[in-house]
């Protein structure tokens, strides 16, 4: 195991963090100070060594993450963090441009997303005992939620006016999901077992991209958008029985 020193906040020029594949247990306190950090990647860490009983209490983010003010692009995806590992003031990161969660272990966030009103990108990738989302951020512009099994219901999507990629392959225990906004311009839905119905699509003025393979509970497709052609329609539907 390998521990971040405890004085990392002295290095008060950092602009980028990057520390992926170490093993450690939680970050220090003074993390906090870095005012000028960017861009902070602690993706594919694992923590492999168990942590002491004293060390179980500490969560892996410590609270001062939150006096990041421009940091912009956060990477922690494979962290093997769980719901008491985020600090619920994480939502506080009002530079934040960018949020990968990928490949973790919380069934739900102890803080709001919808406080992160400059996100534009936001990856959940085979968090499988993620259960539930919060609102989500009101400028967001892309939404990777991908492999994880275990969310039944996604929150409203239709307020998001500048989202134009939603990927959802592998959500395999949606049975329906909420309206999407008229500017999604790609939308994957590859993969989603369970999925009986869709919502209204022919809003979707700019799509140029549906794909639905392995759709195999779909019933039908709803009123397509008109410049969407006839024979890109059938693919859809061969796709979805394949």
């Given at each position: 195991?390998?521990?971040l020193?405890?004085?990392?906040?002295?290095?008060?020029?950092?602009?980028?963090?990057?520390?992926?594949?170490?093993?450690?247990?939680?970050?220090?306190?003074?993390?906090?100070?870095?005012?000028?950090?960017?861009?902070?990647?602690?993706?594919?860490?694992?923590?492999?060594?168990p942590?002491?009983?004293?060390?179980?209490?500490?969560?892996?983010?410590?609270?001062?993450?939150?006096?990041?003010?421009?940091?912009?692009?956060?990477?922690?995806?494979?962290?093997?963090?769980?719901?008491?590992?985020?600090?619920?003031?994480?939502?506080?990161?009002?530079?934040l441009?960018?949020?990968?969660?990928?490949?973790n272990?919380?069934?739900?966030?102890?803080?709001?997303?919808?406080?992160?009103?400059?996100?534009?990108?936001?990856?959940?990738?085979?968090?499988?005992?993620?259960?539930?989302?919060?609102?989500?951020?009101?400028?967001?512009?892309?939404?990777?939620?991908?492999?994880?099994?275990?969310?039944?219901?996604?929150?409203?999507?239709?307020?998001?006016?500048?989202?134009?990629?939603?990927?959802?392959?592998?959500?395999?225990?949606?049975?329906?999901?909420?309206?999407?906004?008229?500017?999604?311009?790609?939308?994957?839905?590859?993969?989603?077992?369970?999925?009986?119905?869709?919502?209204?699509?022919?809003?979707?003025?700019?799509?140029?991209?549906?794909?639905?393979?392995?759709?195999?509970?779909?019933q039908?497709?709803?009123?397509?958008?008109?410049?969407?052609?006839?024979?890109?329609?059938?693919?859809?539907?061969?796709?979805?029985?394949?």
């Amino acid at each position: 195991m390998q521990e971040l020193p405890d004085d990392l906040g002295n290095l008060q020029s950092l602009r980028k963090f990057s520390a992926p594949r170490i093993a450690v247990t939680y970050l220090p306190s003074s993390l906090g100070r870095l005012k000028k950090l960017e861009y902070m990647h602690m993706g594919g860490f694992g923590r492999s060594v168990p942590c002491t009983a004293s060390q179980e209490q500490i969560s892996f983010l410590p609270p001062s993450i939150t006096n990041l003010c421009s940091l912009n692009k956060l990477c922690l995806a494979s962290c093997d963090l769980s719901v008491k590992d985020i600090p619920s003031t994480l939502g506080q990161l009002t530079s934040l441009e960018f949020l990968d969660l990928s490949k973790n272990n919380f069934s739900c966030l102890p803080f709001s997303l919808f406080q992160l009103s400059k996100l534009s990108e936001l990856r959940f990738l085979r968090c499988k005992n993620l259960l539930q989302l919060p609102e989500l951020p009101p400028n967001l512009e892309r939404f990777y939620l991908e492999g994880c099994t275990s969310m039944e219901k996604l929150p409203a999507l239709s307020q998001l006016s500048k989202l134009i990629e939603v990927k959802l392959q592998g959500c395999r225990s949606f049975q329906k999901l909420p309206e999407f906004p008229s500017n999604v311009e790609r939308l994957n839905l590859e993969g989603c077992t369970s999925l009986e119905e869709l919502p209204h699509l022919s809003q979707l003025s700019k799509l140029i991209e549906l794909e639905l393979k392995g759709c195999r509970s779909l019933q039908t497709l709803p009123e397509l958008p008109q410049h969407l052609c006839p024979c890109r329609c059938r693919q859809l539907v061969d796709q979805r029985r394949n």
